[in-house]
C-alpha cells in the first residue's frame, strides 16, 4: 500500500505543468572509422553508455584489440609504439554540444615490462574537428615502469577542460598512442605463459557531458 502510495505522488509530480526544463537529449555515435598501426582492420569497435540521463552524463568506451606494444631484447622496434586514430561521430539535438575528457580518462590494457628499464607511455589526444569554443584538443596521459606483466588498469588526469563539439555535435578525433621504451634493458629470465587473446585487449574510458549551447 504504501508503495503505490508513493508511486501516486510520484505520477502527480511527473504530471505537474512545471516542465519548463526541457529534457537532455541523448548523444548518438553514427559512425566512426580509424586507421594506424595500433589498430589493424576489424579490430576497433566503440560503445556510448549513460551514467546519468537526466543529468546528461555519459561514457565513450573504446576498445582497441591489437594495441599492445612489447619490448625488450626479442622485438622489433616497431612492436614498441602502438597508434591509432579514431574518429567518431557524435550527434547531439540542435542547441546542444558534448564536452568529453574533462575527468580525463580510464585506460585498462596488458603491458609487459621485464625490468626496471623498460618503461613507457599512454596517452589520448581528443579534438573536434571545426570547434568553435574552448581549448583545440586534450590530452590524457600516463606513464608506466616495469617490472610489471600483467592487465592493468590505471586513471589518466585530463590537462586542461576537455573538449567541447561545435552545436549539433561534430567529429571527435582521438590519437590512442602507447610508447614503450627498454634501452639498457637484458631482460632473460623468468616472461611467464603467454597471455590469452583476451587479456591483451585495451579499453579506454572517457565521460562525454551534454551541454547546453
Ligand atoms: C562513415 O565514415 C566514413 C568515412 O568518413 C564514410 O566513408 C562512410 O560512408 C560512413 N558510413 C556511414 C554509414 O555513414
Ligand atoms: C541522476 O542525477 C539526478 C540529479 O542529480 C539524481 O537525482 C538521480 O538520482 C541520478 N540518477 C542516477 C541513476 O544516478
Ligand atoms: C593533439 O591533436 C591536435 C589536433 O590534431 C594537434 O593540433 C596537437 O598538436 C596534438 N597534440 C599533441 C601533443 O600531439
Partial sequence: MKLTTFLFFL?????????????????????????????PSGTVSTALYAINSTTGSYQV??????????AGPHFAIKDSRKICTVNLEV????????????????????????????????RANYS????TTGSISSIAAVSFAGPFV????KHADAEGQGVVSPCGGGTLNVEHQ???????????????PDPGPDELKWTV?????????
Fill in 91 to 122: 550527434g547531439i539535438a540542435q542547441g546542444w554540444k558534448v564536452r568529453t575528457n574533462n575527468g580525463g580518462s580510464d585506460v585498462k590494457g596488458y603491458l609487459m615490462l621485464l625490468d626496471e628499464k623498460v618503461t613507457g607511455t599512454w
Fill in 11 to 39: 505520477g502527480c509530480a511527473f504530471a505537474l505543468p512545471t516542465t519548463n526544463i526541457d529534457p537532455i537529449p541523448r548523444p548518438t555515435i553514427t559512425n566512426f572509422t580509424y586507421f594506424g598501426a595500433g589498430c
Fill in 205 to 213: 574510458v572517457s565521460g562525454v557531458e551534454v551541454l547546453r549551447c
Fill in 178 to 192: 602507447v610508447r614503450l621504451s627498454s634501452a639498457g634493458s637484458t631482460y632473460s629470465g623468468y616472461i611467464g
Fill in 61 to 70: 568506451y573504446t576498445y582497441l584489440d591489437s594495441f599492445t606494444p612489447w
Fill in 150 to 153: 600483467g592487465i592493468f588498469i
Fill in 128 to 131: 573536434f574537428a571545426s570547434a
